[in-house]
Structure formats: C-alpha cells, structure tokens
Nanobody, 124 residues
Framework: QVQLVESGGGLVQAGGSLRLSCAAS????????MAWFRQAPGKEREFVAA????????YYADSVKGRLTISRDNARNALYLQMNNLKPEDTAGYYC?????????????????WGRGTQVTVSS
C-alpha cells in the first residue's frame, strides 16, 4: 500500500521559517506528480504547490508565491516544502498528495494518495 508521511510542522513566529518533508514508500516516486495542500480550521482544503515528476515544473497558489518553495528528491523518495516569511494565515494542517497524471495539478480530487498531515501554527 502506497504511503505518504509528512513531518516538520510546528509552532513558529510570524516571519519565521519551517521545512516540511513528505516521505513516500511503496510507489515508484518518480512516476508521481506531487503536491502540498493545506486546511485551516473551519475552511476547505486548498492547493498550495505542485511539482512535476522530475521537478522541472513547479506551480504555486498566488498566496504563497515568493515565500514557499516545493522541491523533491527522487533518489530519496522525498518531497519538501520550504516555508519562509511565514504569516499567521499560513496556519493549517499541511498534506502531501500524489498522482500519476500531470493534468489538473491544483484539483485535490485528482490526487490518488494522501498523507495524514502535519500541523503548522504561525503566531503573530
């Protein structure tokens, strides 16, 4: 069974940084488009960033452009999200997701596999 496990969340002050990781197992990692989504309390889950199979293409939500960076290491079966200049509105549970198709990278219902999430809390 394909498994995604997130780590790296925590409590940070506004303006601080965090690096999230997602460890993938039981899949051919390089065959999967990967993404990060987030869900704040009382809100719907939303797209944050996506990355193509070989990392050559990346996509971001407008709200995180210039502050968050998605990357991957196919040799380590790992996905990352570097989060800089964090804001209180970035507070949410962050989830990594995987799918084989490259289309509709920002639509959560197109993703086949999800992790359980890691919590990020940004204090003002």
């Amino acid at each position: 069974q394909v498994q995604l496990v997130e780590s790296g969340g925590g409590l940070v002050q506004a303006g601080g940084s965090l690096r999230l990781s997602c460890a993938a197992s039981r899949l051919t990692f390089s065959s999967y488009y990967m993404a990060w989504f987030r869900q704040a309390p009382g809100k719907e889950r939303e797209f944050v960033a996506a990355i193509s199979w070989n990392g050559g293409s990346t996509y971001y939500a407008d709200s995180v452009k210039g502050r968050l960076t998605i990357s991957r290491d196919n040799a380590r079966n790992a996905l990352y999200l570097q989060m800089n200049n964090l804001k209180p509105e970035d507070t949410a549970g962050y989830y990594c997701a995987a799918k084989r198709s490259g289309q509709y990278y920002n639509l959560q219902d197109k993703y086949e596999t999800w992790g359980r999430g890691t919590q990020v809390t940004v204090s003002s």
